[in-house]
């Protein structure tokens, strides 16, 4: 028999076998029947296909044809599936029992259907106060119960709206979250806010809602749309602060297919609405200024807050320069002196230097590969300074110190003896203002600042720093110009050296012979282009190269070295002390594939939480994707899932200790972390760490990304893959330059002030 093109199926949702929240693509057990030649009255069928949400004991009409599956067997495929609040008394207690609403569990549902039967739903809609003839249920559960019950309806509305558009249940909550019970009148009157607003939405998918809901393809509203977006693509992907005129003009072009005159006309109203700042020779151009092709080759685009976060940061820089110090001078000799016979350590003259440097100087720069003593430096720095006591031993300069990341903070506090933080929190963002406590007006308490690892701050970051400072202050800069940008935009450290307006120390000579020392000096030999240094063979060492050819036994050894070998040989915990590092997160030697596997490998069992096609399982390492304020968690980031709550879609995932609770609407901004990529390992140390180098990622290899890697490990580097893609990444030194000014602001604004 032919099965039916059209068949349609009518039943309750007995089980959820498979969900994919990004997708939307589901497996589900349904009580009940249909109209269809193989639909079974009373019985349970298995239906399959993609829906917005769904959740135990709901109501579901679907529509498609009944196939048979060569594994799984008879099954309804769903071309259309709806979902809807159950209507009989069964249904509305496996729906209320299923974890949807916060303040009903199975108990409580039992309760509150027994008491209001098939009027359960009007009562959560219109009559939550009855609620209180439920034994056990009290006013403050009552009103959990009815914000969780009101969220659900109006995102359940939303995800109708979002299905066809290809928006994930995870990030329509977030939608929700943002827009509230207004969400699908706002995404229809502006669909390209979604982009700008919501984490993880595209301008494809905004693009995508824009036709569908009528806009004209030349609308004014997408042409505005798509210099946003370009511009935002720059920043993000590319690391750059602005875009020439017209080159941003040919890249919007590319993207909605519009004139360059409509798009020009786009950039003129959003530079009217302070969305962008045009900028020539260092001077913003107002909106209706004319403009001949010229001049527009001259012209800089900049999205305002960047814009500004430039400008802010080298004016704020040479005020600071310019401003007296807090205490008086310190005799830079007589200090060096002091804390050599203390520390019974002898500077070598660059190091001597460096400190004298400075002690002398209210803003100084220090930068140098690893081994040539920055730590040793930063922490004599801190000692003198600590040393100058008043009446009963009071220290007379305060000293703060602080880093991009925890593991950088971590670090800086164990080689300083001074409690270090990250700079996130040193700023102390208030989640009702959404700004950081220190600023401008309320700037931070401390006489010497210290700021390690400053190669990763972005210029948002440095500006948020800059104006909490206070004027009287006296900075130290540290940080590695070799090693990768920061992943926001801006090219902070390396403008502050090419400004020339700050004291600058570099440092080369290598000091720092940990075990035999091939770690730091293979850094440095690939930072000048040279080949790795191997041990003997069978001789130990702390660093490794192990060539292998074809990407399958490449991550067959990696596999074994991270699980098995390495714990053996080095008594190392594998999910504490080893990390495998990457150039990209997809394909066969991507982070992506290698976390699965490594997960199955070191933490196979246990409740688990399922997001896309990631299990987050209780006790996976784990890393935060973005900063989030709230949280109090930073891009970065590395914890451990402490709990996981398959029933709720929720997860508790401990930082350093700190507990976090991430909802469903929340896990996106999680990845696995047994694996992660070169680039969001700046700024942490391991005891030991697994480089991944193959051909597969011969558009990524290059000098300053291997070199990052290497300098990641402590007592054990293993680089394993291809001789060709080591040999590839030392000899590519063309790093793509980032379009930034802020080390032209602070030399041309330093020269005005000088009289040059």
Request: with cysteine; net charge neutral; charged share 25%.
């Amino acid at each position: 028999m032919a099965d039916a093109p059209n068949d349609t199926l009518d039943g309750t949702v007995t089980g959820i076998v498979f969900r994919n929240d990004e997708t939307g693509y589901s497996v589900l057990r349904v009580a009940g029947g249909g109209d269809g030649a193989f639909a079974l009255k009373g019985s349970e069928s298995i239906v399959v296909g993609t829906c917005g949400a769904v959740w135990e004991g709901e109501d579901l009409h679907a529509v498609g044809e009944w196939v048979t599956d060569r594994v799984h067997g008879r099954q309804f495929k769903a071309k259309e599936i709806v979902c809807a609040t159950p209507r009989s008394v069964a249904g509305i207690e496996r729906y209320l029992a299923s974890g949807l609403i916060k303040g009903i569990g199975p108990e409580y549902a039992k309760r509150i259907v027994a008491r209001f039967g098939a009027d359960t739903i009007e009562v959560l809609d219109h009559h939550s106060g009855r609620l209180r003839e439920v034994p056990g249920i009290g006013t403050l559960r009552i009103a959990r119960i009815k914000k969780s019950w009101e969220a659900e309806r109006g995102t359940r509305e939303v995800m109708i709206f979002t299905q066809g558009y290809g928006i994930s249940v995870a990030k329509t909550v977030k939608i929700y979250r943002r827009y509230g019970p207004d969400s699908i009148a706002i995404i229809k009157s502006d669909p390209y806010r979604l982009c700008r607003d919501i984490w993880g939405i595209g301008f494809s998918t905004a693009d995508k809602i824009a036709m569908s809901v009528g806009m004209a393809k030349d609308a004014p509203e997408r042409a505005r749309a798509a210099i946003i977006h370009t511009l935002q693509t720059e920043a993000d992907e590319g690391g750059h602060c602005w875009t020439a005129e017209p080159e941003l003009l040919l890249r919007a072009q590319e993207l909605v297919d519009i004139p360059v005159e409509r798009l020009s006309e786009a950039l003129k109203q959003e530079m009217a609405d302070g969305r962008v700042v045009v900028e020539r020779e260092g001077e913003p151009v107002a909106a209706d200024a004319p403009s001949n092709d010229a001049e527009a080759g001259m012209r800089r685009v900049y999205l305002t807050e960047l814009y500004w976060a430039e400008r802010r940061v080298a004016g704020k820089m040479l005020r600071l320069l310019a401003a007296r110090r807090s205490f008086d001078p310190i005799d830079a000799d007589r200090a060096i002196s002091w804390w050599e016979r203390k520390s019974g350590f002898r500077f070598a003259p660059a190091q001597e230097q460096a400190v004298r440097t400075s002690l002398l100087n209210k803003v100084s720069l220090i930068t140098g590969g690893p081994g040539v003593g920055k730590t040793t430096i930063i922490r004599a720095l801190v000692e003198i300074y600590g040393a100058r006591r008043g009446a009963g031993g009071k220290p007379l300069i305060h000293v703060q110190t602080a880093a991009p990341t925890g593991r950088a903070a971590k670090r800086l506090s164990e080689s300083t003896g001074v409690p270090s933080q990250t700079v996130h929190r040193l700023l102390k963002y208030n989640p009702q203002t959404r700004r950081f406590s220190f600023d401008s007006d309320n700037p931070l308490p401390g006489d010497v600042f210290v700021f390690d690892e400053t190669s990763m701050v972005d210029i948002r970051l440095m500006d948020s720093l800059m104006d909490a400072l206070p004027a009287t202050a006296t900075l130290i800069i540290v940080g590695d110009t070799d090693q990768l940008p920061s992943v926001g935009p801006g090219n902070v450290l390396h403008d502050l050296i090419s400004s020339g307006a700050i004291a600058c120390s570099r440092l080369t000579e290598i000091f720092r012979q940990a075990n035999s020392g091939l770690i730091v000096r293979n850094a440095h030999r690939v930072n000048e282009g040279l080949g790795f240094e191997l041990p003997p063979s069978g001789e130990e060492s702390d660093f490794y190269f192990i060539p292998q050819a074809s990407p399958e036994r490449t991550l067959s050894v990696v596999l074994d070295f991270m699980t098995t070998r390495i714990p053996r040989k080095f008594r190392m915990d594998p999910m504490a002390d080893v990390q495998v590092l990457s150039p990209m997160r997809r394909n066969a030697l991507g982070t992506e594939n290698l976390n699965a596997l490594l997960q199955q490998r070191l933490n196979p069992e246990g409740p688990a939480v399922q997001r896309g096609a990631t299990l987050f399982r209780r006790g996976d390492r784990v890393m935060q994707l973005r900063n989030n304020y709230d949280k109090d968690v930073f891009n970065g980031d590395v914890g451990f899932v402490a709990e996981a709550y398959p029933s709720e879609r929720r997860l508790v995932v401990t930082f350093d200790g700190k507990p976090v609770e991430y909802a469903s609407g929340d896990l996106d901004e999680l990845s696995l972390a047994y694996a992660t990529t070169i680039h969001k390992s700046q700024g942490s140390e391991y005891p030991a760490v697994i480089v991944l180098l193959h051909n597969q990622h011969y558009l990524l290899l290059q000098r300053n990304l291997l070199y990052t890697a290497i300098t990641r490990g402590k007592r054990l580097v293993l680089v394993v893959g291809s001789r060709w893609a080591a040999e590839k990444a030392i000899e590519t030194n063309t790093v793509r330059g980032r379009r930034t000014s802020l080390g032209e602001r602070i030399s041309a604004r330093n020269r005005r002030e000088d009289g040059r």
